[in-house]
């Protein structure tokens, strides 16, 4: 895993639930509470495997390092809380602790 440098394992963070809601800046919509934006795309890993948060075909996506969708939903909040087959149905709320982003 290289970091942003292209360091091995630099420059890679572990982030919490309220720290991700900061990065993505939702306190500025508290109107879309149901369905906050996306203002950050973002790469990280688990498990040492590369992913992608983005969009794709107009829905939000969690993507592999092949930019396969592993899950899509319209709503941003909900595909964040989406059980991933491949994660041992653990969502990215979930496993928020144990994902790395680049920093």
């Known amino acids: 895993m290289s970091g942003t440098d292209g360091s091995k394992n630099k420059n890679l963070v572990n982030i919490t639930w ?9 306190d500025e919509y508290p109107e879309r509470n149901d369905n906050p934006p996306m203002t950050v795309d973002m790469t990280f890993w688990y498990q040492t495997k590369l992913y992608y948060l983005d969009c794709i075909d107009h829905e939000y996506a969690i993507l592999t390092e092949d930019w396969k969708p592993l899950a899509k939903d319209s709503n941003f ?17 979930e496993l928020i602790n144990q994902l790395l982003f680049k920093n």
């Open 77 to 93: 909040l909900r595909l964040l809380h989406k059980p991933i087959k491949q994660w041992h149905d653990k969502s990215f709320y």
């Open 18 to 26: 309220s720290q991700f809601q900061a990065w993505q800046r939702w």
